[in-house]
C-alpha cells in the first residue's frame, strides 16, 4: 500500500518534460525499431511540453501514454494472382489510432515501403490533422507493400480484391473510413469498393472516399491535398506580407497532390519551375506544363521525362534531387523524409523564403529545425495538407445525406477550412510562448481537442 502511494506521489511530482522525455523514453524502448513512427511522435511530444505544464490532469490521466498507442493494429496477409498464374503474396495493414472525436479515417498507401512503422506513424499525424480540421473524424492509416507500378489493371484489380475481403471486416462509414495515399488512387477506390459492396450485399457510399462522382465521389476531392497546401501557404505569405505572385515555386512529386499544388499555385500568379518522380526531376524555366503532366501521370501513367518528349527545351535529371534547383517557394509533395537537413541548408542558401508541406512528414526534424532557426515560413503538414482529408470528410456528409455541392461549394469550404487551421494554429501558437513556430500551434491545437475528448470520456 506504501509503495502505491509513493509511485504514485512522484508520478504527480514529475516536471511537464521528466514526464514527457519518461513517456518517449519508454515508448523508444517498446518499439526501438520503428523509426518513422518514432519520429513522428518526437515531433509532437517536444511541443507539448508547455501543454502539460499548463493543464497537468492531461499527465495525471495518462493521455499522452494513451494517446501514442493505437486502439488496435491490423496486420494481414494478402494473396492474388498474378497476369502469369502465379500466386503472389503481399502483407496488408490498418492501424486504427484514436476514435476520440469520430470514426477512423485515414488513406491506404500502396507501396513496396509500406511496413508497420510507415502506418503507424502516418496513423499517428492522421489523429491530429483530423482533429485540426474541425470534422468529427479519428485518426487512421493502412497499406499495402504492394507495388503498382508496372502492373495491369487486371492484377491490381485482383490484389484490391483481395485486400478488401480481409480489410472488409474491420471497416464500415461510422466505424473506419479509408481513403486513399500513394498509390492509391481513383481507380483503386474504384476496384476496393466494388468489392465491398460484393462482400457486405449493401449500397454504403460513405465507407471509404475519393470515390467516382458517378458513385458518390465528391467534386474537388483529387484537387483538395495540393489546392489546400496553397490555401494554407497563402495564408502564411499574406500574414508576413508576402504572396504567390510572381515567385519562383519548385515542388516535389508529380501524383495527385504534387500536380493540384502545381496547378493553384500558377492560379495565384506563381511559376512552378520543376517537379519529380521517384526516377529524377524536370525542370522548365518557362513554366512547368501541368496539363501535360496530368496527362503523362493521370492518363498514361508515365514517368516524368516523357514530358521532354513536347517540352525539348525543359531538363530531365535522372536520379537528381528537385531541390538542387533555387526557389522561394517549395512545396515537398512526394514522401516522408524528403528533404533532410542538407537538403535544407541548400535551399536556405539559394534563397527559399516558405516551404510548405504536402506530404506526410516530409522534412525530418532537424531540417525543420533549420528553416526555424533561419527564418523560412514554414507550414508543417499536419496543417498544411489537411486538405484532402477535410474534403473526404465532406464527402462523407454528402454520402449521408444523400446530396452532391458543385465544385465551387466545396472548393468554398476547403478555403475557409485551410484558413481556420491556419488562424487556431498561429492563436495556439501564441498562447503557448511558441510565437511564430506553427509547428508547435498546430501539435497544440490538434492535440487539445483529442486530449479533451478523451478527458470526458473516461479512461477507455
Known sequence: MLGAMENKLQHHNRTAKEYVQGVYEELKNRNSHETEFLQAVEEIVESLEVVFEKHPKYMELGILERIIEPERLIAFRVPWVDDEGHVQVNRGYRVQFSSAIGPYKGGLRFHPTVNASIIKFLGFEQIFKNSLTGQPIGGGKGGSDFDPKGKSDLEIMRFCQSFMSELSRYIGPDTDVPAGDIGVGGREIGYLYGQYKKIKGTVEPGVLTGKGLGFGGSLARKEATGYGTVYFVQEMLKDNEQDFSGKTVVVSGSGNVSIYAMEKAAEFGAKVIACSDSNGYVYDKNGIDVELVKQIK??????????????????????????EIPCEIALPCATQNEIDEATAKTLIENGVIAVGEGANMPSSLQAINQFLE??????????ANAGGVAVSALEMAQNSSRIAWSFEEVDEKLQEIMRNIYQNSVQAANEYGKEGNLVAGSNIAGFLKVADAMVEQGII
Open 374 to 383: 533561419n527564418n523560412v515560413l514554414f507550414a508543417p503538414a499536419k496543417a
Open 298 to 323: 493521370e492518363v498514361d501513367r508515365e514517368r516524368i521525362n516523357v514530358y521532354l518528349e513536347t517540352h525539348p527545351n525543359a531538363e530531365y535529371v535522372d536520379g537528381g534531387s528537385v531541390w
